[in-house]
């Protein structure tokens, strides 16, 4: 598997971070096994992270600002803005896309929140196929993005004890469900499971070459890795329009995970 | 119940939007109950959302920037930015604080996390108390906000079925727990049931004449609601300092739902 192209977004404002380290480590053993790489560093670009109505060039038509509307025009007429276009072209260049960041207060830097509301326009990445009563658009597993994948690489000061099946934080995977499902998966990404470095106050020289090591196996898989499996809207497990899971589709409890197959 | 003092913290572009009309309706309720309120409007401040060196008046210090360790000392020795400051001051002097904003990809907008991640210092929401083997800090329940109330008022373009215990979204509570657990009861705030409009989209005279009459009634039963029944750390239900559930804690399946009493 090689010749794949690999579009990192990073989100960390210390170059000499571990977050930077990661970030540098995989690009070298993407670009070693063949890889073409491009890499967002939000920090060094200056993104911008907040939405208002200086995002969509649509001539003082959107004012009231309407967020939702004036994205769907912009999108749909080449109004948004150059950096955002930017980001677009490198999504749709991508085969993966893997995200490096800290967790901070159990979610993305405000930066790399910013990316997704200003990148993750209407048409492109909701507001895709039709929404009726039948049909409740291309969205969860399907979408823009179907065919490629995503990864999400994240660090945590806590230990990995305290984000387990019974840890007080909660289940890791159920912290980024709405970054994994809600986010990635929406627009069609495969999402595979989530790389996550804890502890991240005691990392010497051992423990890195530890988590590299783990991070190069994760890496030489990103493309025969089982992705997370959530349910497909569309693929006959939900209600629709109230997207309920069905009642025959017989999982218990409650939790984000009823929505894995 | 008057004489209280409240603290809204408003996230939204648009002045003229259903959040600004929200926030502006539970200013007045609120003022008429005889309390008295202060807004940070967060777009109106052009509030700084990216956490950087720049945060942290430590003269080069802070090089290569350790974000954790920065926080700390700067907190410590009052070398935290005005802006900061100000919020800071704000939460101590409130009895509640409530957060007006619209869902965007199943959190908030990067702006108002941006202000979780830069107001919300190391010594003053996380790292409070003693963090040992025996302890794990004075968090989730303790901490420098004990006493003090919040509450999330969140509209979401979806339909409230979307968000229900088998919806696609996932339970809304659920997608709202790592704020409400992760980030506002961490720092030891009592955190309310949050208040949720749906459908955003679509809503006409009538609609919002429900939607205030509901949350009219948040309001007046602000300090009166018993809060969401989060497990406090150090009161008995957790190891330490694996902080795991106690296994003789016999509440069944997995879920952030364990983590309520």
Do not use: C
């Amino acid at each position: 598997m090689k010749d794949k192209n690999i579009f990192i977004v990073y989100a960390h404002p210390e170059p000499r971070s571990l977050n930077g380290s990661l970030k540098n480590f995989s690009v070298e053993v993407l670009e070693k096994l063949g890889h073409h790489v491009v890499v967002s560093d939000l920090y060094a670009m200056q993104w911008k992270a907040e939405v208002d109505a200086d995002d969509f060039l649509l001539d003082g038509r959107n004012k009231p600002f309407k967020v939702v509307s004036s994205s769907k025009e912009a999108y749909a007429t080449g109004k948004l803005t150059d950096d955002v276009k930017a980001e677009l072209k490198k999504l749709l260049w991508a085969d993966a896309v893997i995200f490096q960041f800290p967790l901070w207060w159990f979610s993305m830097p405000a930066i790399l929140k910013g990316w997704i509301d200003r990148v993750f326009a209407y048409g492109f990445a909701y507001g895709v196929g039709e929404h009726s009563d039948k049909k409740w658009g291309d969205r969860y597993g399907e979408g823009t993005l179907k065919g490629r994948r995503a990864l999400l690489s994240v660090t945590a000061g806590g230990w990995s004890e305290h984000y387990s099946e019974r840890g007080i934080n909660g289940p890791i995977d159920d912290i980024l469900f709405p970054i994994t499902h809600g986010t990635l998966f929406y627009p069609g990404l495969d999402v595979v499971k989530s790389f996550v470095t804890y502890k991240t106050d005691k990392i010497d020289g051992d423990r890195f070459v530890d988590i590299t090591a783990q991070l190069r196996v994760k890496l030489e898989n990103l493309f025969l890795e089982e992705p997370i499996p959530f349910r497909i809207q569309n693929a006959g497990d939900y209600n629709i329009p109230v997207l309920t899971l069905k009642n025959e589709i017989n999982i218990q409890g409650r939790g984000f995970h009823i929505h894995q197959r």
